[in-house]
C-alpha cells in the first residue's frame, strides 16, 4: 500500500525544503497555514507559477517559495499553480480574517470557486511564532500547528472543501478522495446511540402526556396579549346584536364590557354558545368541599347555573319554580323568609 501523500510527518518533512534559501522564518500563524497549503499543493504535483495574480507564469525549482512569497502576509497570499492532469489555470489565496483564516481557490478559465473557513488558533499556536525552520536548535515544526492529529484534520478539510471542488478526480498515487462523512467525523443520530453493549440504543420513550385539566375549573380568562388589560374600560357595555361590531373585538374572558355581566369570571365557567362546561355538585366552580356549610344551615347553591337544569332527585320534586319544569337562575325564592322578615320595625 502506497504512502499518504499528506500525511502530517511527509508534509512537516517537506515544508522546510519549500521554503526560500535565504528566509526561511515563519512569522506569524498565517505564514505557516500557508505554506503548509502549498506543501500539501506540492505533494499532488502541482506546479508553483506565481505568487501574485499579476505576474506572469514563472518556473520555480522543486516549486521553491520566492524570497517575496509572504510580502502581503499576513493579511493575504497568493499562489498560482497548473497541473499535467488538466489545462486549467489554480489561484489560492489565503486572507486573514479577524481570528479565523479564509482559504479560497478557483480554476480561472472554469470559474469553479472553493471556500475554507477555519479558526487560526485550531490549527495553529499563536505563541510559536516567529520560528526559524533553519535553527539547529528549534523545536520540532510540529508544534506550531499543535499535533499531528491537527494537521490531519486541516487537510480532511482541504481535500473536501478546496482540491475536489477545483481538481475532482485528481488521480496520484497516495491520494484519495475524502467524503463528507470522514471529513466530519458523522455520529450515529441521537435516536440510535451506540449503547453498553455496542448495540442501538432504543429510542427514549416520550415523554407523559399532561394530566386532563380538572372539567370543574374554569379556564384562565387572562388575555393572548397584555395589551389587552384594560380593553373593557374602552367599550364597557355589553355586546349587542343589534348595535354595529365594537372596535375592540372580545379576547380569550368574554365581551360583557368591565360591567358584571353573566359571563364575568367571578361566575366561574364562562356562559354562551359552545362554551357550556360541567360544573360541581354544589355549585359556582366545584371547588366547595361536601361540609363546606354547617349541618342545618340554610344553604343556597352558589350561581348563576351555566345551563338550565331539570327537576330534582329521583321521587322528590324538583326546586324552584314550576316543579319538575326547567329551571336557570339562582338563588330561586321558594326558601322561607328569616323570621320578623317582614316587620320593618325589626
Known sequence: MSQNLL????????????????DKVLKTPH?????????????????????DESSSSSVYENNVLPVAWNTSGPSHYTLKYRHEQSSLQFVVKVSRLGSRTLINAIALETDKVATLDIATDDFTSPSFY?????????????HGFISSNRVT??????????????????????????????????????EVQPGPSGGPQPRAPPPPEAPPRNPFQPPSTSPNNPLEI???????????????????????GGGDGMFVGPDHPIFGVPRGPGRILPRGPWGGDGYLPPMGAPPGARFDPV????????????????????????????????EFMPPGAGDMYM
Do not use: C, W
Open 7 to 22: 500525511d502530517p510527518a511527509a508534509l512537516i518533512s517537506l515544508l522546510p525544503t519549500l521554503l526560500p534559501q535565504s
Open 153 to 190: 484534520d486541516l487537510m480532511s478539510q482541504l481535500k473536501l472543501k478546496i482540491l475536489q471542488k477545483i481538481m475532482p478526480g485528481l488521480r496520484k498515487e497516495g491520494y484519495t478522495e475524502e467524503s463528507s462523512e470522514s471529513a466530519s467525523g458523522a455520529r450515529p443520530p441521537p
Open 31 to 51: 505564514d505557516a497555514i500557508t505554506s503548509l497549503v502549498h506543501a500539501a499543493m506540492s505533494a499532488l504535483a502541482f506546479r508553483l507559477t506565481a505568487v
Open 303 to 334: 350561581g348563576p347555573e351555566p345551563y338550565p337544569r331539570r327537576g330534582g332527585l329521583p321521587g322528590f320534586p324538583g326546586r324552584g319554580r314550576g316543579g319538575n319544569g326547567p329551571v336557570s337562575g339562582e338563588p330561586d325564592n321558594d
Open 130 to 142: 516567529p520560528y526559524d525552520v533553519g535553527s539547529t536548535n528549534a523545536q520540532p515544526l510540529i
Open 230 to 252: 384594560g380593553r373593557r374600560d374602552l367599550d364597557p357595555f355589553a355586546l349587542d346584536p343589534f348595535q354595529p361590531p365594537s372596535l375592540f373585538p372580545p379576547g380569550r
